[in-house]
């Protein structure tokens, strides 16, 4: 056996280490807030990752409906969902992979929509009426200018591929008007048609390219996010990081373990950005707009942990229940598991 072991390049103490790692199953995007773990910099103790950099798409459909990795970002209204039904196979901890603030993501018919409220009785196209994204878009028509979810009609399908379901079963309140797009159609092209007067999703319809009849209903909108954020103190987050059930009954050392890690590769990917003698993105202005976020929002900026984001979790949990999304009124304690609310400090 010792002659084998040699003839790989490997001492029985590297083997050892080698098989008394957990394997895991890690998907998610490639970030810079990630890319200290895909490059081997920051480590999750005890473990030996196999990590698949996937889209958001891809990762929550797989996640949800065949439950394909250990390790999986996700969608936190998905995830909100399915725990408020008892049927989520994943744990959550507090680890922010994507945060943004949502005045971005609804486009109108600029030729008939000039305010928020002017979306009253109209109808708003939307490729799942429960994705985070559009949560938060609702959230802010409702506290900002009294517009409901029942106050629209809408309209779901393929944003520029038709055919798109939801990915989880949902029962919405009766007062909710949602219809499926015609067959083969998608909400872009309606949208471009002037069959529907809004869209809502994380991403942008393609006609918003080539039609000046479509923008975004907020003309400016930076300056309503920083409106927004001055008021509320909430920066929207749109994924959560989720770990098997299964795994963690079997390791409950691993949600500490996994926070821990996301947290050291997030400070890297910091201190890699503000290192400004050479940009790290492929975009100007990168130092204006740092300094800019940083006097608005404070340093850490983009937070992880359950302290420093109480207001913007309640915030998004009682708007995800009022839409109809989560059968029961979820708390921060039922989101998250316990062992990452308190973290060692020096």
Known sequence: MQSTI????????????????????VAMGDYDRTRPLLDGQVQIDG??????????????????????????????????????????????????????????????????????????????????????????????LEDDFGLKPSDVKW????????????????????????????????????????????????????????????????????????????????FPIMHVVGIRKTLVEAHPWLPAAVLKAFTEAKRVALARLSDTSATKVTLPFVEEQLKAARELMGDDHWSYGIDANRDTLETFLRHHHSQGLSKRRLSIEDVFHPATFETAKI
């Open 47 to 140: 473990a030996d990752p196999v990590y698949m950099t996937l889209s958001p798409e891809e990762m929550f459909f797989r996640a949800f409906r065949y439950q394909d990795f250990d390790i999986s970002e996700l969608s936190f209204s998905s995830y909100a969902v399915k725990t408020a039904d008892g049927s989520c196979p994943y744990i959550a901890v507090p680890v922010f992979l994507s945060r943004a603030f949502r005045h971005t993501s609804i486009y109108v018919r600029t030729d008939r929509i000039e305010r928020p409220e002017d979306l009253r009785g109209k109808r708003i196209g939307l490729p799942e009426y429960q994705l985070t994204a559009n949560v938060w878009a609702r959230a802010v």
């Open 155 to 234: 309209v779901r399908g393929g944003i520029d591929e038709p055919g798109r379901p939801e990915k989880i079963k949902l029962d919405l309140p009766s007062d909710i008007q949602l219809e499926a797009a015609p067959e083969g159609d998608t909400i872009s092209a309606m949208l471009d048609r002037g069959d529907i007067d809004g869209f809502m999703a994380p991403r942008p319809p393609g006609c918003a390219a080539t039609n000046p009849n479509v923008g975004w209903l907020f003309r400016d909108p930076t300056a309503a996010a920083k409106d927004y954020y001055r008021r509320t103190r909430v």
């Open 6 to 25: 040699w003839s790989y390049g490997c001492n029985p103490q590297e083997i050892h280490t080698m098989i008394g790692k957990l394997r895991l199953s």
